[in-house]
């Protein structure tokens, strides 16, 4: 009889009051864990299926949260007719922000869960306990919006132990109403790491170019005006890269504007794109790692 891995797993699922985005984050010893655990549709709901998942339950959940049952009995629903609810680990947030989770008896230790307001933290063979209290702590008590409290979460999840079978995968999933590409569809956010042996740094690294491409969520105090030092800065970046032949030390001549671009566009950043003498961090911070300055 063939066996199937049942991914040990630790999630969080949320909605964002302020601006109704639901979500998951979520990081397993399992390969691509993102095409698994991780549902949500804008403005019905968002479920994390996990342990010996039952892969159904996140379009028939959102089918059941779509139809007007609120998370609590959506749940009910799911569980029901199901013999292996005592292997499934499930959490679900509805577009009310009302929160449910199950963790069956048979879900290998530890495992277990923590409800809050908007959010469900859920996990199964954990280091211990702790990984669940302090996603929750560090989802509660962290600035900015869902994304930012997402990862804040998963990576208390890991300080305190994570998963005790190790790392491999993790995923984020972020939903809004035409927040996809060119508002196509709800993707707000879908950043992926299938196999690493540090999938939260991966996903981490990867969801920045992602920010940087698509989103518009930098803060303001983060742009910074091109001049002085910081001007020569960047031209030696370009400069390093190929994207200019000289350094203007007085001043950030035209040519220097237009190699920024240049490599602005190259890198898909035209989202971040300014003509006001001003430069975001993030992309500063992307130029620089690229022409290796410190």
């Known amino acids: 009889m063939l066996k199937i891995s049942h991914p040990s797993t630790f ?7 302020s601006s109704g985005d639901l979500g998951i984050i979520v990081q397993s010893k399992f ?27 996140g379009p028939r959940g959102l089918n059941l949260l779509k139809s007007g049952l609120n998370a609590n009995d959506t749940m009910k629903s799911l569980l029901k007719d199901d013999e292996g609810r005592e292997h499934r680990q499930v959490g679900i947030v509805d577009p009310k922000g009302h929160a449910v989770a199950h963790t069956g008896k048979e879900c290998m230790e530890w495992a277990g869960h923590l409800v809050g307001d908007g959010y469900t933290c859920q996990g199964n063979i954990l280091a211990s306990e702790a ?32 998963d005790r079978r190790g790392m491999q995968s993790a995923a984020i ?16 956010v879908d950043v992926r790491v299938d196999e690493h042996p540090r999938p939260i740094e991966e996903l981490e690294r990867i969801f920045k170019i992602y920010d940087m491409t698509l989103l518009n969520r930098e803060d303001p105090s983060r742009l910074r005006k091109i001049e002085g030092k910081f001007s020569i800065k960047i031209q030696k970046a370009l400069l390093t890269l190929g994207y200019l032949d000289s350094v203007d030390e007085s001043d950030f001549p035209k040519k220097a504007a237009s190699a920024l671009t240049e490599w602005t ?24 790692r690229d022409a290796g300055i410190e």
């Open 31 to 57: 390969p691509a864990v993102g095409s698994v655990v991780p549902w949500a549709r804008a403005e019905i709901g968002a479920i994390a299926t996990q342990a010996w998942a039952n892969v159904s339950y």
């Open 265 to 288: 566009n190259t890198n898909n950043f035209e989202n971040k794109a300014r003509n006001d003498g001003t430069i975001w961090q993030s992309v500063v911070d992307h130029l620089f």
């Open 131 to 162: 990984v669940v209290a302090n996603m929750a702590d560090a989802y509660e008590n962290t600035d900015g919006d869902l994304i930012d409290h997402l990862f804040a979460a998963l990576n208390a999840g890991q300080g305190a132990g994570g």
């Open 173 to 188: 999933l972020v939903v809004r109403e035409g927040g996809g590409y060119e508002g196509g569809n709800d993707r707000y």
């Open 11 to 17: 999630s969080v699922v949320a909605r964002d009051p």
